[in-house]
């Protein structure tokens, strides 16, 4: 699991592989001198786990299924990429509850100043879309972020200047793709709300809870 608070940003030193996947070697920096062979880390906020631990990089495989679904099949060497180790227990929750595991993708529409922050819009599928609400978080790349506005195909949010300087976020332009993964709690509703005994039994508890009108 990870909390969507970028860390660092790593560069792709190298990229072997096609058909059946490819190895990512990526450059590592001093923050993260306490990786291990097995520990996860989320790289434009895919899961991957570090198979080699070098001094300066590690290597990660990742899996045509990954590749399909995720922006890191497009990704070139030199690239910057957002990471972040996986949680630990004894830390603060200071973005959300992520967990590496994408949904889909979307595509960056627009880009507008808004006094110190920058607005970026972006369109997405209604499969996704409708996971979000405003002010609801979302994870962009790896970036926890709180959704400014849902429109009929897409959704905005800012980006502040913290988030600016020590991410990726900025460098992408109008028709780049990015990962996205929406909050978790949202799909645990929906499955509660579903058909069958066991939704039904969801739907009490949100209703005994006061998350639903009788």
Same mark, same amino acid.
């Given at each position: 699991m990870f909390t969507g608070i970028v860390e660092s940003v790593g560069y792709v030193r190298e990229i072997k592989g096609a058909e059946r996947g490819v190895s990512l070697r990526i450059l590592v920096p001093d923050i993260f001198d306490d990786l291990k062979t097995g520990d996860s880390v989320a790289v434009d906020g895919v899961c991957l786990t570090a198979r080699v631990v070098n001094v300066d990089d590690f290597?990660?495989?990742?899996?045509?299924? &990954?590749?399909?679904?995720?922006?890191?099949?497009?990704?070139? &060497?030199?690239?910057?990429?957002?990471?972040?180790?996986?949680?630990?227990?004894? #830390?603060?929750?200071? =973005?959300h509850i992520v967990s590496g595991h994408i949904d889909g993708t979307a595509r960056l529409q627009a880009k507008a100043k808004e006094g110190e922050s920058v607005k970026l819009s972006f369109v997405l599928g209604k499969e996704l879309l409708r996971y979000l609400i405003n002010?609801?978080?979302?994870?962009?790349?790896?970036?926890?972020? *709180?959704?400014?506005?849902?429109?009929?195909? $897409?959704?905005?949010?800012?980006?502040?200047?913290? *988030?600016?300087?020590?991410? *990726?976020?900025?460098?992408?332009?109008? $028709?780049?793709?990015?990962?996205?993964?929406? #909050?978790?709690?949202?799909?645990?509703?929906?499955?509660?709300? =579903?058909?069958?005994?066991?939704?039904?039994? $969801?739907?009490?508890?949100?209703?005994?809870? $006061?998350?639903m009108k009788r």
């Open positions: 290597v990660a495989d990742v899996s045509v299924e &990954t590749l399909g679904r995720t922006t890191l099949g497009k990704l070139k &060497t030199g690239d910057k990429v957002n990471m972040e180790r996986a949680l630990r227990l004894s #830390d603060r929750l200071g =973005g002010k609801g978080s979302i994870a962009i790349d790896g970036i926890s972020l *709180t959704v400014n506005e849902v429109m009929d195909n $897409g959704f905005s949010v800012n980006i502040i200047p913290h *988030t600016a300087q020590n991410t *990726t976020i900025l460098d992408k332009k109008a $028709g780049d793709e990015v990962n996205i993964e929406v #909050d978790v709690i949202g799909k645990y509703i929906e499955r509660l709300l =579903g058909k069958g005994k066991e939704s039904r039994i $969801g739907e009490g508890f949100l209703l005994d809870h $006061g998350f």
